[in-house]
């Protein structure tokens, strides 16, 4: 003769408790487990069926501590259901066997439940698979520990900033140049920056940072020389770069920094400015020392844009597979956060893949070299517009091609000049011109700007200047300048054609 309790486990507890409740508990995609004060199944939905491989007579007839739970996770589960006996609702994970000796993970959630009839107390468990996304975040966090093992060996220190501008992501190098932890918080690094200008000496104020201009202007800013003192008390002088991530949408999430110590480099700009006035007569060996610092400043730029590209951006698009098969293996059915986040984490993925792409391209052109000066340099100024606001006119003929000294040489004074236009001009219009003049080839740059005094701009911050006639007189061009405070600013090179 059955008991009450083994007739009611026989056809079903939740056929008692109402047809809203009975259809709540058949439908239900979690598996829901109505369990005696022994853990003994008193009933499960159909779900739990599915999920586990047995039939509802089976599970009906089984022990959730002896027959379907994990052994190590038991003892926890004992404990939690005799809380809940005490009238406390409880949250928690645990892991069941299936009938083929697969494991199954579970959040679980459960409550006491007063049987009807008078037969004493329940537990009501709601169970919800959490396997796949369990397996979502070790993927994703193995592709995030690929990622920082790339990040460990560029020759450049690379930061990922928040909307906020809080460092998530850092790799050993930024750690090395900055002689030490980087500090976290963005308000906090801002605030403690003692960044100079490295041509001025001035000290740069927080609105001028690459990571703020990207943050909060969305620019990409490139190359900025600053010096620093480390925070083990080194001066170094870094090249400092930024670019906005956006998301689907447009808005600014975060930022992508790039730092790179050039102390030794820009200590031998200084060596070789003191050797360029002391035998500036000899025009020959001025031309070939010249040159040679173009270059290696071009193979530079060239080997962080390559490792960069070889780098950061396989890892990168590493990620986009793991996140795309992520996503292919979620349904509608799975938690909807789940789903958010990993498409969240597309989007952002995707914005930081074409942040990178633009540093890397801005670097070192790769059409440079492939289609000569003109393509790359009206690349740049469509860049350059949609960067900055300024509206920028490309006059210039396709298809002349010179020495790739002097096309790279056109391409980074005409680089160096919108640079300054954007720095110093206040201007809202500039023109590129490129033509050909009988045996020589003439660029010039043109903005309707502030201007300046020439012969104190030369002295504050000439260098500039500078760096552009070296670049021209090294391949054996000329740089001419003329500006009038109020007039704009005119820049003309002039170079061989051949």
Known sequence: MKTKLEEASVKG?????????????EASHDVIVLADESTGIIDVNPRAAQVTGYTLAELRRMNMLRDVVVPEDAERL?????????????????????????????????????LPGGRG????????????????????????????????????????????????????????????????????????????????GKRLAESELASVRALREGRTTLNQLIDIETFDGRPTTIQNSAAPIRDEDGNIVGAVVVNEDVTERVGAENELRHALEAVRATSEKLQLLSRRLVELQENERRDIARELHDRVGQAL??????MDMIRKRLDERDDPLIRARNDDSLELLESMFQAVENVMHELRPPMLDEFGLIAPLQWFVRKFTDRTGIDVEMRAEEGWRGRPDTEVALFRIAQEALTNVARHAAARHAVVEFREQGPAVVLTIEDDGTGFDEKAERVQNGYGITAMRERAEAVGGTLEVRSEMGRGTRITAKMPAA
């Not at 507890?13 to 508990?25: D, K």
């Not at 698009?317 to 793991?322: G, L, N, P, Q, V």
């Open 317 to 322: 698009t590493a990620m986009r597979i793991d």
């Open 121 to 200: 107390m329940s537990t009501f468990c709601s169970l919800r698979d959490i396997g796949q996304r369990k397996a979502a975040e070790r993927e994703l966090r193995d592709s995030e520990k690929r990622l920082q093992q790339i990040l460990a060996t560029l020759p450049v220190g690379v930061s990922v900033l928040d909307a906020r501008g809080d460092v998530v992501l850092t790799n050993a190098m930024s750690k090395r140049i900055w002689g030490g932890e980087v500090i976290a918080s963005g308000a906090e690094r801002w605030a403690r920056s003692t960044g100079l200008w490295h041509e001025s």
């Open 78 to 114: 004992r404990q939690m259901l005799a809380e809940v006996r005490q009238g406390q609702n409880r949250r928690y994970e645990v892991r069941w066997k299936t009938k083929d000796g697969l494991i199954v993970e579970f959040d679980v959630i459960t409550v006491p439940l007063v």
């Open 13 to 25: 507890v939740s056929e008692e408790l109402g047809p809203v409740y009975r259809a709540i508990f």
